[in-house]
C-alpha cells in the first residue's frame, strides 16, 4: 500500500492483519470506551513499560529490544503492583494497582 498507493477497505485491512476489529461507525465511541475501561485496569507501570517497548522496537535491532524487553521485566518484577497482580490473582479479586 505504501509504495503502490493503493487504497483498502476495512475487510481487505482485516484479511491482511493490519487491523484487528472492525465495528460500524454507529459503535466506534461505545468500543473504543471499552477498550479504554479494559486498558485502564492494567498497572500504569506494565502498560507504560509495554508502550515503552513498542516504540522502541521500531529503532533498534532484534538483540537491542530483546535486551531492553529484559531489563523492563526485571524493574517491573520488583514492584508493588507486581505483587498486588499476583495477591489479587490468588484471591480472586480486581487488583487495586498503585503505579508503584
Given at each position: 500500500?505504501?509504495?503502490?498507493?493503493e487504497s483498502?477497505?476495512?475487510r481487505q485491512?482485516q484479511?491482511?492483519?493490519?487491523?484487528?476489529?472492525?465495528?460500524?461507525?454507529a459503535?466506534?465511541?461505545?468500543?473504543?470506551?471499552?477498550l479504554?475501561?479494559?486498558?485502564?485496569?492494567?498497572?500504569?507501570?506494565?502498560?507504560?513499560?509495554?508502550?515503552?517497548?513498542v516504540?522502541?522496537?521500531?529503532e533498534v535491532?532484534?538483540?537491542?529490544?530483546?535486551?531492553?524487553?529484559?531489563?523492563?521485566?526485571s524493574?517491573?518484577s520488583a514492584?508493588?503492583?507486581?505483587?498486588e497482580g499476583?495477591?489479587?490473582?490468588?484471591?480472586k479479586?480486581?487488583?487495586?494497582?498503585?503505579g508503584?
Open positions: 500500500m505504501v509504495l503502490s498507493g483498502i477497505d476495512a485491512a484479511q491482511a492483519g493490519l487491523v484487528s476489529d472492525i465495528h460500524p461507525a459503535l466506534t465511541d461505545e468500543y473504543a470506551l471499552k479504554a475501561t479494559t486498558i485502564a485496569r492494567h498497572s500504569p507501570l506494565a502498560l507504560r513499560a509495554a508502550k515503552q517497548s516504540r522502541l522496537s521500531q535491532s532484534l538483540q537491542a529490544g530483546l535486551q531492553q524487553e529484559r531489563q523492563l521485566f524493574l517491573l514492584t508493588e503492583d507486581r505483587r499476583i495477591d489479587a490473582f490468588l484471591q479479586r480486581t487488583p487495586e494497582f498503585k508503584r
